[in-house]
Nanobody
């Protein structure tokens, strides 16, 4: 199983960004996929998750601005971020947990930097 995160970059405050996590080796119908982020000097935090059945949940700090979705045909999970602010500056990672196994997989991070 491999996860490839992409879509990060330098964005002005108030702007939007869409991150992608291409998953190979396991269908999204059999995996719970989450986005996490880690800012410098801070612990990694889970920001959004989409379950194998399609349900989603979000960290309270990002509700209303982050939207997680998936394209099963492309086996890709997206994270749409709107109204970016400085607190969103972090490395964003995607992670998959097998829905029926204890396996967990991580992709490499993609950097999001918000300029004011």
């Amino acid at each position: 199983v491999q996860l490839q995160a992409s879509g990060g970059g330098l964005v002005q405050a108030g702007g939007s960004l869409r991150l992608s996590c291409a998953v190979s080796g396991i269908p999204l119908s059999r995996a719970h996929v989450a986005w996490h982020r880690q800012a410098p000097g801070k612990a990694r935090e889970l920001v959004a998750r989409i379950f194998s059945g399609g349900d989603t949940n979000y960290a309270e700090t990002v509700k209303g601005r982050f939207t997680i979705s998936r394209d099963s045909a492309k086996n890709t999970v997206y994270l749409q971020i709107t109204n970016l602010n400085a607190d969103d500056t972090a490395t964003y990672f995607c992670n998959a947990n097998g829905a029926y196994t204890l396996s967990t997989y991580w992709g490499q991070g993609t950097q999001v930097t918000v300029s004011s």
